[in-house]
């Protein structure tokens, strides 16, 4: 195995995705990068930064340094331009933006910021590139938190956990990302760093749905408890890591964030839910992708394998795609809980 990072030469990243994280990512880059190449989708919002070097839809007070980016709307042209490619773009919309890709990517090395599955497929995004894409796991990397946008892109103090299946490759990806406020730590559990990523946002729409029907701090605690147990349990079965220990950061940390902040989109989503919106009116008021939503059916499918007791996340399948009344199922649900 040889280290992509481990070259005199310099590498040049690329961002993949325009959405808040994408945006906070491209600023944290920024604090060691000379250059970064950055593919953004609609030439409208490139313009506004080269404009105002503000983003026009996401986390708007950032200031940006445009003469820095080398922005395109052509996916191929920042792909051929860049040796590490960051993806973070919404899990449901993944497919079609890689699908425009007809640069080889043989040469670069893959980081996916993604919180989500390839859902056409049930699978990781780490291991689509691997399955898909042919690209051996020493040329992919996942880059996990707990890390709300909104936090990295204020400066305030935020951990990284970055993952590939070989640590020197993982210790020089922390060296990528860490700077004064931001603290990294390298681990080689790619699966879970990934299945985590994605089961975290289910239970954080299952903790905003009790908000919003009023239940309290009391019960929420509990619930989060269950969570994690929950999430314990599928790591272990279906990705056993002997290595792996799910009290840090990466794992426990990354669920209690997202299941408390007010920046939880997850919560946010489970919250109007709680209240009484129907899942589309949710999502149509919200204008913001939660990928909580996308990863339940996903979780529920790929739970068929393994057919662990999860009442958490089929709660919330329930909910979310079998039309159940959110009041009723987390009334069922309080009774399997301890």
């Known amino acids: 195995m040889t280290n992509f990072f481990d070259t005199k030469k310099e590498l040049k990243f690329a961002m993949i995705g325009s959405g808040s994280w994408a945006t906070s990512l491209v600023t944290l880059l920024m604090n060691h990068q000379p250059e970064i190449y950055w593919y953004i989708r609609d030439q409208k919002n490139i313009d506004y930064?080269?404009?105002?070097?503000?983003?026009?839809?996401?986390?708007?007070?950032?200031?940006?340094?445009?003469?820095?980016?080398?922005?395109?709307?052509?996916?191929?042209?920042?792909?051929?331009?860049?040796?590490?490619?960051?993806?973070?773009?919404?899990?449901?919309?993944?497919?079609?933006?890689?699908?425009?890709?007809?640069e080889p990517l043989g040469d670069k090395f893959v980081i996916s910021a993604i919180k989500g599955f390839v859902c056409q497929d049930n699978i990781t995004i780490a291991e689509y590139f691997n399955r898909v894409q042919g690209?051996?796991?020493?040329?992919?990397?996942?880059?996990?938190?707990?890390?709300?946008?909104?936090?990295?892109?204020?400066?305030?103090?935020?951990?990284?956990?970055?993952?590939?299946?070989?640590?020197?490759?993982?210790?020089?990806?922390?060296?990528?990302?860490?700077?004064e406020y931001i603290k990294t730590h390298p681990s080689t559990d790619i699966y879970g760093a990934e299945y985590s990523a994605a089961l975290k946002n289910v239970y954080a729409i299952a903790a905003g749905i009790c908000h919003g029907l009023a239940y309290g701090d009391n019960f929420m605690s509990v619930l989060i408890t269950n969570a994690y147990n929950e999430l314990?349990?599928?790591?272990?079965?279906?990705?056993?890591?002997?290595?792996?220990?799910?009290?840090?950061?990466?794992?426990?940390?990354?669920?209690?964030?997202?299941?408390?902040?007010?920046?939880?989109?997850?919560?946010?989503?489970?919250?109007?839910?709680?209240?009484?919106?129907?899942?589309?009116?949710?999502?149509?008021?919200?204008?913001?992708?939660?990928?909580?939503?996308?990863a339940a059916k996903c979780i529920h499918e790929i739970n068929k394998e393994y057919n662990l007791y999860m009442p958490i996340a089929e709660a919330v399948y329930r909910i979310l795609y079998e039309d159940c009344n959110a009041s009723d199922v987390i009334r069922e649900l309080t009774e399997k809980l301890h």
């Open 49 to 102: 930064i080269r404009k105002y070097s503000h983003p026009r839809l996401y986390l708007p007070t950032v200031t940006m340094f445009p003469d820095r980016l080398r922005m395109s709307s052509d996916i191929n042209e920042v792909v051929r331009s860049a040796d590490v490619l960051i993806f973070c773009i919404p899990s449901a919309f993944f497919i079609g933006e890689a699908s425009k890709i007809t």
């Open 135 to 179: 690209l051996p796991f020493d040329r992919i990397g996942v880059l996990s938190g707990p890390s709300h946008a909104e936090e990295v892109a204020m400066r305030k103090l935020s951990y990284l956990t970055l993952s590939s299946k070989h640590i020197e490759v993982a210790e020089s990806l922390c060296r990528v990302f860490a700077c």
């Open 232 to 294: 314990v349990e599928f790591l272990d079965r279906s990705h056993p890591d002997p290595k792996r220990v799910t009290s840090t950061s990466a794992y426990l940390g990354d669920l209690l964030v997202t299941s408390y902040s007010k920046f939880s989109r997850n919560r946010t989503f489970g919250n109007m839910l709680g209240k009484g919106y129907s899942v589309k009116s949710a999502q149509i008021e919200m204008d913001m992708v939660a990928e909580g939503y996308y």
